[in-house]
């Protein structure tokens, strides 16, 4: 069990640029969850799927974000003409059951930098 | 909706010493309570779970933490700190099989 990784691990951008971030979660786990995190402030649910379905995602998405999980493996998250604001830190995580009382394994994150 | 709130943004303790990290949520439903911890550079990692059952749940790290449905509250504590345990904690909570809400973490910072 090597834990939920992401590539890469910072990424700096110009405003307008398309970037697409990679969450390789824990082997088997159904549940792969993507949140964003400022600075001084807790992560912010973003989206999550189960196997290759999208279940919910956040009204604080904009129609710029998309993210996708072809296999039920691997997800991307893609933001379409980056903006200045979503600079952040931008988790993943994974969960091997579909139940609330599963915890929650996060990956170190991508720091994403707006210039 | 839910709502969770870490009234601390900064606990200071000295190493020996008990410590307590606080936070309160808001669900409708059952609340099922996590608290997590962030070292720099780091994900976050779990610590403990509250589901149901026994009101003081116990974790990793010697770290646990007492439920109070009448206060709605959900607070970390160890009996004695170390200094390797100065970190961001987050308490959240989830009401169901999605997301979980966080609060805004609170910085313990444990002096020698």
């Known amino acids: 069990d090597t834990g939920v990784s992401q590539n890469p691990r910072h990424k700096i951008t110009k405003r307008g640029q398309n970037v697409t971030f990679r969450c390789d979660p824990i082997s088997e786990h159904n549940r792969l969850y993507w949140y964003r995190q400022t600075l001084g402030q807790g992560p912010e649910f973003l989206t999550y799927f189960q196997n290759e379905a999208q279940l919910e995602k956040s009204r604080l998405l904009s129609d710029r974000f998309s993210a996708e999980r072809p296999k039920g493996s691997f997800s991307t998250l893609e933001i379409q003409r980056t903006e200045q604001g979503d600079s952040a830190m931008y988790l993943c995580a994974s969960s091997p059951g579909t139940g609330p009382r599963d915890e929650q394994y996060f990956g170190p994150g991508t720091r994403l930098t707006v210039t | 909706a839910q709502s969770v709130a870490q009234p601390e943004d900064q606990v200071n303790v000295a190493e020996g010493n008990p410590l307590t990290v606080k936070c309160t949520y808001s669900?409708?439903?059952?609340?099922?309570l996590f608290w997590y911890v962030q070292y720099p550079n780091r994900g976050l990692q779990f610590l403990l779970k509250?589901?149901?059952?026994?009101?003081l749940v116990k974790g990793s790290y010697g770290f646990e933490a007492e439920f109070n449905k009448s206060q709605t509250s959900f607070h970390l504590k160890k009996p004695s700190a170390l200094v390797s345990d100065s970190a961001l904690y987050f308490c959240a909570v989830r009401p169901n099989a999605g997301k979980s809400t966080f609060g805004d973490g609170t910085t313990l910072t444990v002096k020698p």
């Open positions: 509250y589901i149901t059952g026994d009101n």
């Open positions: 669900v409708s439903g059952n609340p099922y």
